[in-house]
């Protein structure tokens, strides 16, 4: 096919990377006066003077979620990953002048609790209503974050897992 074609340039650009550069060296052995090996989102440029590489574009593989196209390795992807191994865990509470207005409410998915969960529950809330009678009401960030790291520290410590682990504070 070269000796019919007689290319000036070959670039090859399927298949992995050492395919890509056999395809290369077998196009020079073959009298092809150039070519170039590019690597994904590498932008080339052809001529004057040959192939040469000017930069890197961003490139990667998408993927179909629902109706929109996302990057395989982007935010919404690396969430459903961590949903999908490590599940999910909520704590929503109320609080009027930095007091309990009620028991603490539980959002518990994907963790494999089975029958420790109301074990899991009861000793998540007694651990809220320690940390919220002991802690500064006033600072709400702080306080959400100590919630949220113990919460999801139980969590670890009953499953193995790390879920993604949230808070709700509703000031009343």
Known sequence: MYGW??????????????????????????????????????????APDGPKK????????LVLDGDVIVPADGLTMVQRRRLLFNGYLSV??????????????????GLPLEEDLDDFVAKAKREVVRIVETSNAKDVAGLSEKIRIAIRSQARDYTGKRPIA???IIKV
């Open 5 to 46: 074609i007689r290319p000036q340039i070959a670039v090859p650009v399927h298949g992995e990377m050492r395919h890509m550069t056999e395809h290369a060296t077998l196009a020079l052995s073959l009298g092809v006066p150039d070519a170039i090996v590019p690597t994904n989102g590498a932008v080339i440029r052809l």
């Open 54 to 61: 000017l930069r890197e574009e961003t490139a990667g593989r």
């Open 92 to 109: 929503s509470l109320a609080l009027q002048r930095g007091k309990l207005l009620g028991e603490p409410v539980f959002a518990v998915q």
């Open 166 to 168: 949230e808070v709700h």
